[in-house]
């Protein structure tokens, strides 16, 4: 059975996302936005209270990476957390009133599910091209960001392989297509990775300071001292080019040049100890903990509408 505190499988996430968005439909409604390369839908959770105009929104995605666990885990928190507390919290209800966030739970749902069942420590997706015998392409390399510039492969064996070409992996064209089709109305980006503890914003592709860098450091250290107030968990805030590496072709850089300003980038817990095999005990406190902070993000980006 599905299990907040558990990591489930793609399978167990699936029906998660039926039974969830039939039971509270006064709050929630969901949308597939494609299918992935082995014909698995990719399935969007919009949360908010229905309104008669389109309201600006926040999109925020998890389990771009195949074994970073955590991540999807979150998500699943994350909508958990939002239709109970609706009407209980005041920043909670608040947002749902006023802003729509869409929820993609799991990104790369082949790769997820190949984690599960055969390679724990996968990370690409699996997409297949003749000519290589090597698998899949890393989706935070394959977005049309300073493409495979720097911090990139171009060999299809390596597990930062770029692609063959910006969006050729067809989970990231989807979620690039959703996105731009809906630009005006997302006003954040949040992605959702493990590990290292740090919350990371654009740029990655360059050394060069993005135009809103001062806000965005501002708005990401508010968020980490949230997240510390709980459990005392140390996060590092910074570009994503100088905090953790350059890397060019990520899903933060693409959407923060598509001019989605509030564009951030989440490394979960650990640093190291577990890393992408963190304890099923570890759950319940990474997600309230992260919570925090993305709630202090959202309430942020809505009072600044
Ligand atoms: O390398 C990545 O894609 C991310 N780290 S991870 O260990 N989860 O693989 C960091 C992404 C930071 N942003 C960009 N490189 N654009
Ligand atoms: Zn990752
Ligand atoms: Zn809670």
Not at 222 to 233: I, V
Request: neutral net charge.
């Amino acid at each position: 059975a599905h299990s907040y505190t558990k990591y489930n499988s793609f399978d167990k996430v699936q029906s998660w996302i039926a039974s969830i968005s039939t039971s509270n439909s006064d709050l929630i409604s969901k949308q597939t936005i494609g299918k992935s390369y082995e014909g698995r839908p990719m399935t969007v959770l919009k949360l908010g209270k229905k309104s008669s105009s389109t309201k600006p929104a926040i999109f925020m995605d998890c389990g771009i990476h195949a074994r970073e666990w955590i991540s999807p885990a979150f998500c699943q928190w994350f909508v958990k957390e939002a239709l109970s507390t609706y009407g209980s919290d005041s920043q909670m209800t608040s947002l749902l009133n006023e802003m729509d966030v869409y929820v993609l739970p799991v990104f790369n749902v082949d790769g997820y599910d190949f984690t599960h069942n055969s390679n724990r420590m996968w990370r690409k997706t699996r997409s297949r091209k003749s000519g290589s015998s090597c698998i899949g392409a890393d989706p935070n390399r394959n977005f049309d960001a300073g493409w495979c510039s720097m911090g990139a492969s171009n060999n299809p064996c390596s597990d930062t392989f770029c692609g063959y070409s910006p969006e050729s992996e067809i989970e990231v064209q989807n979620v690039a297509n959703f996105i731009r089709k809906n630009r005006s109305v997302f006003k954040a980006y949040l992605t959702v990775h493990s590990y290292s503890q740090l919350l990371l914003f654009p740029y990655s592709y360059s050394y060069q300071l993005a135009a809103d860098h001062s806000e965005l450091m501002k708005v990401a250290e508010g968020a980490s001292a949230a997240l510390r107030s709980l459990y005392g968990t140390r996060y590092t805030s910074g570009p994503g080019a100088t905090t953790i590496y350059p890397a060019a072709g990520g899903s933060d850089d693409w959407a923060y040049d598509l001019g989605v300003k509030y564009s951030y980038t989440f490394e979960l817990r650990d640093t190291g100890r577990y890393g992408f095999l963190l304890p099923e005990s570890q759950i319940k406190p990474t997600c309230e903990e992260t919570m925090l902070a993305v709630k202090y993000i959202a309430a942020y980006v809505q009072k600044n509408l």
